[in-house]
């Protein structure tokens, strides 16, 4: 059971145009939500969370927006450069719950920002 | 430096032999965790660890087995029951509500 889902595996976005990546979520429990970047061959690095008492959060070139009736998160990436092109994923906790802890990832979407 | 610390970054083993997955970190975090990745399955939760000598499985954790004897330390080891071992496995400590990731161990069975 799948509760993070990234249903885009892939995207190619120009350079300097705007990137989104999105992320549906199952479980109602979740409520910290977050957005790491991945090369090839190395470990995610973070980039920017939300609570859900937030629906959105800034940071330079990135935002994130969390819709929580829809149970959907969007992470923006304006602009787009091809520093960014790699694998992002979206993860998700449950923080009023006893498994504050666990956190759970969806499948990832490639970005590519091409020239 | 502060940072998570994964060895080897490559690893080999013949089919039907444990082997063990170091992870350190130096950060003074709580919560240790492992994830495996394979392609297209992003990552998956395999074993973390709360606390010394606690830790709780994750969703893949049959044919694992961990420890936490050291709050720095957090070892995997990967068993002859792992049907499928071959897979890139990342360690990440948690202290508050961000993960950081150390960089990886790529296993090869064969």
């Known amino acids: 059971d799948q509760q993070v889902k990234q249903n885009s595996p892939s995207l190619s976005v120009q350079e300097g145009r705007i990137s989104i990546l999105n992320c549906d979520y199952t479980n109602s429990m979740f409520d910290y939500f977050l957005w790491y970047k991945k090369y090839p061959a190395e470990g995610p690095t973070f980039l920017i969370s939300i609570s859900s008492i937030k629906d959105k959060n800034e940071d330079g070139r990135f935002t994130v927006f969390l819709n929580k009736s829809a149970k959907h998160l969007s992470l923006h990436i304006v602009p787009s450069q091809p520093g960014d092109s790699a694998v992002y994923f979206c993860?998700?906790?449950?923080?009023?719950?006893?498994?504050?802890?666990?956190?759970?990832f969806g499948t990832g979407t490639r970005l590519q920002v091409t020239l | 430096d502060g940072g998570i610390t994964q060895s080897p970054k490559y690893l080999f083993r013949k089919e039907g032999q444990n082997v063990t997955l170091s992870c350190e970190q130096n950060?003074?975090?709580?919560?240790m965790y492992w994830y495996r990745q394979d392609p297209g399955q992003g990552l998956r939760l395999i074993y973390y660890?709360?606390?010394?000598?606690?830790?709780q499985k994750g969703d893949i954790a049959e044919g694992y087995s961990v420890s936490r004897e050291k709050k720095e330390s957090f070892p995997l080891t990967v068993t002859s029951a792992q049907k499928n071992p071959t897979a890139f496995y990342l360690c990440?400590?948690?202290?508050?509500?961000?993960?950081?990731f150390g960089q990886g161990t790529r296993l090869t069975v064969v």
């Open positions: 660890s709360q606390i010394v000598n606690d830790f």
């Open positions: 990440a400590s948690r202290r508050g509500l961000v993960a950081f």
């Open positions: 993860a998700a906790s449950a923080m009023r719950t006893g498994t504050a802890s666990k956190l759970t």
């Open positions: 950060l003074n975090h709580d919560a």
